[in-house]
């Protein structure tokens, strides 16, 4: 027979209602469905034994012990293991694949930069968490070699919350990291907090009494002791009042010895060779103040898991090990127990600086735990190291985020407004936003070590973009 | 309560749809044999009221009445009771020849018993006029069977491609064309004429025609030349080129 | 969809929480373990809208200025209603059910057809969607929890008061005692808690503190979220 | 060219013009059959609803078009069921926009959800509770219905016409046709208060939940009402553009005036209803639920005004000009009142799908707003356009109007002339 369009539309018409009796578009409808359900790309969680393994968080000097749900090597949760823990602490099994992590570095230029070092000028080492045993080993390396063991200023005394009455803080963030969380607030009931700032702080929001400003020693009189006063950096003028109001080694005392020199005792160009141990997150010295110190040709090595702390500013950036990964120590005594391989390429900074081995140091570490005593911690406590931290500050508006910075309503910006903080040392782009609880001239942003290097000791202003 | 009433109802939709779906398909399936009745029943429908009149209307019988049988008179009562329409009168309106020896067919066709026992088929005078000289003539081949009311055969003239009903019931004997004044030859099934005009009905048919070929004219925008009830001239679609010629075709044809 | 919880068996469970405002210090804790616990992407491309925080702590404050102003953290998840739960009876194909056992108002997402209407019916905004494809960075699949099936573009997502630890926590009781150990059993915002705002119990075993409220009570769809402070301005919210 | 294919007697433009008037509407399509691509593929995201607006854009046309859609069953219901003879100039036109808008709106329903591949899992889990279940059984019940009812319309195509089989089946459906119409009545009916009862149902949502009569809320009703109302006032209204863009008389004015009275009337008993609904809400039900009904009123731009514009502005008015048989007798006013008719139902579809979701329910809730990103335009703009290209095809290869034909015989009525006047002016 010929082929005639009619032959083809019947056909076509034919095949179209033949197959609505064979199984295939059943198949083909119930299967898309199902691949829909395992699409390509959804990661498959791997199974394994789980296991739980507890260490020491080393992302603050607290140390919280944190214990880790496992499946074979891998972390897969963490928990505190007395109390909660902050979101930093939560997400710690996170930062081993922080996108901006640093893998690989110029190990060997670095030694043959170290051994070219201008031997007139003086060797240094920045240490961020003083206290340690590594900072030890530190100290005495750069003792032997007329070295300066720098790090930062540490809060001026430890304190006692459990031993308090009444605490009156002046403008310290006591609920807000300060201390850690957990152990706050397991004694929060226990004592009547005064908060004395301008801002209305979380720690104001949820103090008993909020004065924006208030005579400290007024207020103290009349509550109820034993009372403690405190601040951001327990300055000598708060400690003399705790003195003043016998609180002196019941619910203070003095904190911890770093025996580090101060930044300032330096000389300026006396650095020819500068080592920043920036393995745990600390206090981020400004670096318009290290600068000066270095000589003209002075090489600086960072260790560092980041390039965005001092690594922005040094030629040799060696990779480290970063919780739940490091072996280290904390202030405290705790000693970690690394939960996870670190990747090959990395660089153990007590090996490089003192030649020496901190597992072997660690061995003598005994825990100086003294029941209630606490010391707070100053540095700038960045919980956006975290992947998933944008849950914070992007998918909600709970904490600031990079690039982001609070104004009261009194600046007349609006939210999103694009705004520069600026300083004398120039400015840097930022988004707006607005919380009615800062008070006019007052801005609260995320002290990021770019932030810092811009502020340095000024106040920065908000103008608009 | 709703879940209740929820299923049971869609599912009821559900069959009713496809059911009456199927029964339409069934329906046609068998019904394909009638495929050329159902085509006129189908046209027929289609017309415009105008053109379903009873021929009791036209011989003025009636004031009004429009057709219930399609055109399909032996299916009457009413037709039935009527008396039959006078055998006198001539066939010559407005110079064209109706010759009275014949039945004519309200499509514009006409059959004429032969002595042979077939019939003769051929387009009336004023259907010829409508066509003139057609373009193409598309025939049944001997041995074809024709319906009444169905299509005979295919004239096209100009834009016009026109089906022209066949008067009769039968199978095609043999073929003419525009030159001889038939087209087909055809062999009854039946020796029913009913339903065709004959005689005095044939002069007040004809003069309506006109008339309704005037409207026609109108309609599709030509000036009302015929108004003035002038003789139709022999090529009526050569004097209307600027007029939709299928559309004054197809209503002169009834073919809606 | 009626869940007779107090008058069910023993083993009958009603699981609720009890958040304590005055003790939320906003840190955002609860947020990120959730997401840790719940393979939940951190959505790159999301603002404060589109992005998936089952729990979020939303600050709130009483309407004055400076320096009447005060302000309270206040977190928010699915307050899992167990009277004509809301999300319950709208989903065209039943991929949200409310399981007797617990109380627990749970979303299959292999069943979720991402029609959103749940989201529309919720009254606390508790429902997320899948805006995007879920995408960690790289290296991070390897850190996800087995125990929770990351949930493809386009469906609706809740808390479920961590389903993942309750099996987890069955399976552990199945092998031992009958009934599962509360302690066993926390879901991960309550657990991270540093301030230990976030209480969550079986309200039939101990019921909710006298002096909390509920929010949008009035709407009597039974929440099992309970909410307390000392603070007027914050119960007004009630 | 196509001459072939245009049914005998009809005067239409030259394919040259015909190909001018479609292809900006071709082009608009393809352009939003992209924007719709990108949301397919690349996801919702593209989308600017979120968590918070889950419903956009799109529902809201959904809802829309349905109303609008609803001539084509109420049409048929006052034809086949209750033999409203006149109508048969209109049905086929009736029929070719309910299917456009029905056909328009679920292919966007498929866009809208995240898993199009699970649409099926309704019909496999239905959840008989759900008011969404109702709404998608109904329209892809109603949707096959009113593709059924479209065949035999194509078919008469003279072309198509001319094969005998299609001609038989198109003949023996034609048939059986009032029982197509009668379960399209049903299922419309259903749907359009299933669509009502979507947002009625809504106790998490006080601007929109309404006590229920038997098992549906009061919504359920009044969509039916509203719908069936405006359903005529839209086949008035494309019916009388048809007639201006192609220049022609297609239908007998009385058959628009038929129309615009069945409108009028079932506008007013909305209207009605409508109000009594308000006043029991805002009287009862709202504050119930612990809502004073006017705080919802406090935000703008959703002032009382919209309640007003709806009842008044956009019903009663055009229910009166429907009703009185003068001012219907103006062409002009027939019109205008059927398009204000069309508002109003839009109006509402509106305060119901979009101020709903915008209002704040907790006490910490902001007031929301919403602008469609451009992909969601697009795809609505395929719609319409989609709509206008089925149509304009139809028209053209389609017998639409019976009465076309006759009508040209006859004169234009006189105010029609002076309307024709005013037009060219």
């Not at chain 1, 000389?267 to 060779?273: P, R």
């Not at chain 1, 910075?405 to 694009?418: F, H, I, K, R, S």
């Not at chain 4, 995201?45 to 084509?72: C, E, P, S």
């Not at chain 4, 000009?321 to 204000?340: C, E, F, I, S």
Request: with cysteine; charged share 20%; net charge positive.
């Amino acid at each position: 027979m010929t082929t005639t369009r009619r032959t083809a539309v019947k056909f076509i018409a034919g095949s179209a209602v033949g197959v609505l009796f064979t199984p295939a578009p059943w198949r083909l409808v119930r299967d898309t469905a199902l691949w829909s359900e395992n699409w390509p790309g959804i990661p498959r969680p791997k199974r394994g034994p789980i296991s739980a393994k507890t260490t020491f968080c080393t992302l603050c000097p607290a140390g919280c012990a944190v214990r880790a749900r496992c499946v074979g090597e891998q972390p897969v949760a963490m928990a505190g293991v007395n109390g909660g823990l902050c979101p930093l602490g939560v997400t710690g099994h996170h930062l081993p694949y922080y996108p901006g992590r640093v893998k690989q570095g110029p190990v060997e230029e670095a030694r043959a930069a170290v051994a070219k070092a201008d031997p007139s000028k003086k060797v240094a080492v920045l240490d961020l968490r003083p206290g340690r045993t590594a900072s030890a080993i530190y100290r005495k390396a750069m003792e032997e070699r007329g070295g300066v063991y720098l790090a930062p200023p540490q809060p001026g005394a430890s304190v006692n919350l459990a031993a308090a009455k009444s605490v009156v803080s002046v403008g310290a963030p006591l609920l807000e990291g300060w201390l850690p969380p957990a152990e706050v607030f397991a004694v929060r009931d226990r004592f009547r907090l005064v908060q004395i700032e301008a801002e209305l702080s979380r720690t104001a929001a949820l103090a008993d009494e909020w004065l924006p400003q208030a005579d400290v020693a007024a207020v103290a009189r009349r509550l109820e002791g034993p009372v403690l006063v405190i601040d951001r950096t327990m300055s000598a003028a708060t400690i003399e009042m705790n003195k003043a109001l016998g609180g002196w080694g019941k619910t203070v005392q003095a904190g911890p010895a770093t025996g580090a020199a101060s930044l300032a005792s330096v000389a300026d160009g006396s650095i020819g060779l500068l080592y920043i141990d920036e393995t745990n997150p600390g206090q981020y010295i400004p670096w318009p103040e290290i600068e000066p110190k270095l000589a003209a040709d002075a090489v600086t090595i960072v260790f560092a898991w980041s390039r965005e702390g001092y690594g922005r500013h040094a030629k040799f950036v060696l990779p480290t090990a970063v919780f739940p990964e490091a072996l280290d120590d904390l202030p405290n005594g705790r000693v970690t127990t690394p939960l996870m391989k670190a990747p090959v390429g990395v660089v153990d900074p007590v090996e490089f600086i003192a030649k020496a081995s901190l597992a072997d140091a660690l061995q003598e570490v005994k825990p100086k735990d003294e029941a209630g005593w606490l010391t707070p911690y100053t540095g700038a406590f960045d919980a956006t190291a975290a992947a998933l931290s944008t849950k914070l500050y992007q998918e909600s508006k709970l904490l600031l985020g990079p690039g982001q910075v609070a104004v009261g309503p009194a600046a007349g910006l609006a939210e999103n407004d694009a705004a520069f903080l600026s300083t004398s040392r120039g400015k840097l782009p930022v988004r707006v936003v607005v919380d009615a609880g800062l008070p006019a001239g007052k801005a609260r942003f995320l002290a990021t070590p770019e932030v810092l290097d811009l502020c340095g000791s000024e106040e920065p202003r908000v103008v608009r973009a | 309560m709703a879940h209740t009433i929820f299923m049971p109802a869609f599912f009821t939709v559900l069959t009713v749809v496809s059911l009456t779906v199927l029964l339409a398909l069934w329906r046609s399936a068998r019904t394909m044999p009638k495929a050329e009745e159902i085509r006129w029943h189908a046209d027929f429908h289609d017309l415009p009221a105008a053109d379903r009149v009873c021929r009791h209307v036209i011989t003025g019988e009636f004031r009004s009445r429009e057709c219930p049988n399609a055109f399909d008179c032996g299916r009457c009562e009413t037709h039935a009771r009527m008396p039959k329409p006078a055998s006198d009168g001539d066939g010559e309106i407005y110079g064209m020849e109706f010759p009275l020896d014949r039945f004519y067919h309200r499509g514009h066709t006409w059959a004429r018993r032969e002595a042979d026992g077939t019939v003769t088929v051929g387009l009336d005078e004023l259907g010829k006029r409508l066509i003139g000289a057609p373009d193409a003539v598309d025939l049944p081949a001997p041995g074809v069977r024709v319906h009444a009311n169905g299509t005979a055969f295919r004239v096209k003239r100009r834009e016009a491609d026109v089906r022209v009903l066949s008067p009769v019931d039968g199978e095609v004997v043999a073929t003419g064309g525009p030159r001889d004044e038939w087209y087909l030859r055809v062999r009854p099934v039946n020796d029913n004429f009913t339903h065709l005009l004959r005689d005095a009905e044939v002069r007040p048919w004809v003069m309506r025609e006109i008339e309704r070929l005037q409207l026609a004219l109108t309609a599709e925008g030509a000036p009302a030349s015929l108004a003035d009830g002038g003789v139709p001239v022999a090529d009526i679609a050569a004097s209307y080129p600027k007029t939709d010629w299928d559309a004054v075709c197809g209503e002169m044809f009834l073919q809606p | 969809m009626r869940l007779r919880g107090a008058q069910g068996g023993a083993r009958m469970k009603r699981y609720g929480m009890t958040i304590d405002i005055d003790r939320c210090n906003g840190c955002g804790a609860c947020m990120v373990a959730c997401a840790v616990e719940n393979n939940i992407p951190p959505e790159i491309e999301a603002d404060e809208r589109k992005g998936i925080t089952p729990i979020r702590v939303y600050q709130i404050d009483n309407g004055e200025e400076q320096p009447n102003r005060r302000t309270a953290f206040i977190p928010m998840l699915c307050q899992q209603c167990g009277e004509d739960t809301p999300c319950v009876h709208v989903c065209p194909q039943q991929a949200v059910d409310i399981d007797p056992e617990t109380g627990i108002v749970g979303q299959m997402a292999e069943r979720c057809l991402g029609c959103r209407y749940c989201m529309a019916a919720c009254p606390y905004h508790a429902r997320y969607f899948n805006w995007w494809d879920p995408k960690w960075p790289a290296g991070m699949e390897a850190s996800l929890n087995p125990n929770v099936a990351p949930r493809q573009r386009g469906v609706v997502e809740k808390c479920n008061f961590c389903h993942g630890r309750r099996h987890a926590a069955m399976e552990k009781a199945a092998a031992g005692r009958k009934d599962i150990d509360p302690a066993d059993y926390v879901p991960a915002c309550a657990e991270a808690c540093p301030s230990g705002a976030i209480r969550f119990s079986d309200l039939n075993a101990q019921a909710a503190p006298a002096d909390s409220f509920r929010l949008l009570e009035k709407l009597g769809t039974e929440p099992k979220i309970y909410y307390r402070s000392k603070k007027d301005w914050v119960k007004r919210n009630g | 060219m196509d001459k072939f294919l245009i049914a005998r007697g009809l005067k239409r433009c030259s394919t040259a013009r015909f190909a001018a008037w479609i292809l900006p509407w071709i082009a608009l399509l393809g352009f939003g059959l992209v924007a719709a691509g990108l949301c397919l593929i690349k996801g919702l995201n593209q989308t600017n609803m979120d968590n918070r607006f889950a419903f956009g854009l799109w529902i809201f046309l959904d809802l829309t078009v349905i109303a609008l859609g609803a001539g084509a069953f109420f049409t048929g219901f006052l034809l086949y069921i209750l033999k409203l003879h006149e109508l048969r100039a209109v049905i086929n036109s009736a029929v070719i926009i309910g299917f456009t808008a029905y056909s328009g709106a679920v292919a966007v329903l498929a866009i809208d959800v995240g898993q199009p591949l699970r649409a099926w899992f309704t019909f496999w889990y239905p959840n008989v509770h759900s008011m969404l279940t109702e709404v998608t059984f109904c329209i892809t019940c109603y949707l096959t219905v009113l593709a059924i009812e479209y065949v035999p319309i194509v078919l008469k195509n003279r072309k198509l016409k001319e094969v005998p089989s299609l001609l038989v089946f198109e003949f023996q459906l034609h048939k059986v046709m009032y029982v197509l119409a009668g379960v399209g009545t049903f299922l419309s009916f259903f749907h359009q208060g299933s669509l009502g009862g979507l947002y009625g149902v809504l106790r998490g949502r006080p601007f929109a939940f309404r006590e229920g009569l038997f098992i549906w809320p009061s919504t359920f009703f009044l969509f039916i009402l509203s719908a069936a109302a405006v359903g005529p006032s839209f086949v008035l209204l494309t019916t009388w553009l048809v007639e201006k863009i192609s220049k022609k008389r297609l239908v007998r004015t009385e058959v628009l005036q038929l129309l615009g009275r069945i409108s009028g009337l079932l506008l007013a008993v909305y209207v009605l209803a409508k109000t009594l609904d308000t006043l029991i809400w805002i009287n009862r039900t709202s504050p119930s639920a612990g809502f004073p009904a006017a705080q919802f009123y406090g935000w703008k731009p959703f002032g009382v005004w919209i309640l007003f514009a709806e009842i008044v502005l956009f019903g009663l008015l055009p229910a009166i000009a429907l009703l009185t048989p003068k001012l219907r007798a103006r062409r002009g006013l027939l019109v205008a009142a059927a398009a204000l008719a069309c508002c109003g139902v839009t109006l509402n579809r509106f305060v119901q799908t979009v101020q709903t979701l915008a209002l704040p329910t907790l006490p910490f809730d902001k007031f929301l707003s919403y602008t469609p990103s451009w992909q969601e335009v697009g795809t609505f703009l395929a719609v319409v356009a989609y709509g206008v290209l089925v149509y304009s095809f139809s028209f053209r290869y389609l017998n639409l109007f019976p009465e076309e034909r006759e009508l040209k015989l006859e004169p234009a009525a006189p105010q029609e002339e002076e309307e024709m006047a005013y037009a060219g002016r």
